[in-house]
T-cell receptor, first 111, second 115 residues
């Protein structure tokens, strides 16, 4: 079975502080991992894909297979980063690809 | 152009009614999904269709029935609505399930309130 765990429901920081949103996964194969962001009352938007090794809006995420983690990081948080962040895994099951989302972490950046 | 569009955006209805939510994508994707986001923001997959064929059907009451007339549309029909069905329902699409590294494109959601 595949599982995504985001241990923090809420993360509260001040503007300019570093941010790390934790994500751990459980999957027996080679995972595809993503981070999605949902601003207040808006649709979910793809933020990062692990394969791309990209930096979007100052966020980065590195896949650590040894620790089965895909933490999202940003060195200096901005107020506009306040949103709900979801870690997601897409793994194969019975010939289909099943998307699984974590429970989400609400990030609040105070001025 | 909206890539994944859902209608209606808001839906308020009484218990026991039957309602439908429509979803359309113009991305040429082969796979479409319905997700339910509850009041605690927990996002759970309900159904997935690939080229009009049901491929994921999670533990969802029989009152929920997806219908895919073509690969660009995936509608959700709900019978005998209950208070616990109140949630935001998101439609999403992706390229066919076998391709790696493509994420999901989400609709803007339908906020369903059952009174």
């Amino acid at each position: 079975a595949q599982r995504v765990t985001q241990p923090e429901k809420l993360l509260s920081v001040f503007k300019g502080a570093p941010v790390e949103l934790k994500c751990n996964y459980s999957y027996s194969g080679s995972p595809e991992l993503f981070w999605y962001v949902q601003y207040s009352r808006q649709r979910l938007q793809l933020l990062l894909r692990h394969i791309s090794r990209e930096s979007i809006k100052g966020f980065t995420a590195d896949l650590n297979k040894g620790e089965t983690s895909f933490h999202l990081k940003k060195p200096f948080a901005q107020e506009e980063d306040s949103a709900m962040y979801y870690c997601a895994l897409r793994g194969a099951s019975g010939g289909s690809y099943i998307p699984t989302f974590g429970r989400g972490t609400s990030l609040i950046v105070h001025p | 152009d909206t890539a994944v569009s859902q209608t209606p955006k808001y839906l308020v209805t009484q218990m026991g009614n039957d309602k439908s939510i429509k979803c359309e994508q113009n991305l040429g994707h082969d796979t479409m999904y319905w997700y339910k986001q509850d009041s605690k923001k927990f996002l759970k997959i309900m159904f997935s269709y690939n080229n009009k064929e049901l491929i994921i059907n999670e533990t969802v009451p029989n009152r929920f029935s997806p219908k895919s007339p073509d690969k660009a549309h995936l509608n959700l029909h709900i019978n005998s609505l209950e208070l616990g069905d109140s949630a935001v329902y998101f439609c999403a699409s992706s390229r066919k399930g076998g391709e790696r590294n493509y994420g999901y494109t989400f609709g803007s959601g339908t906020r369903l309130t059952v009174v």
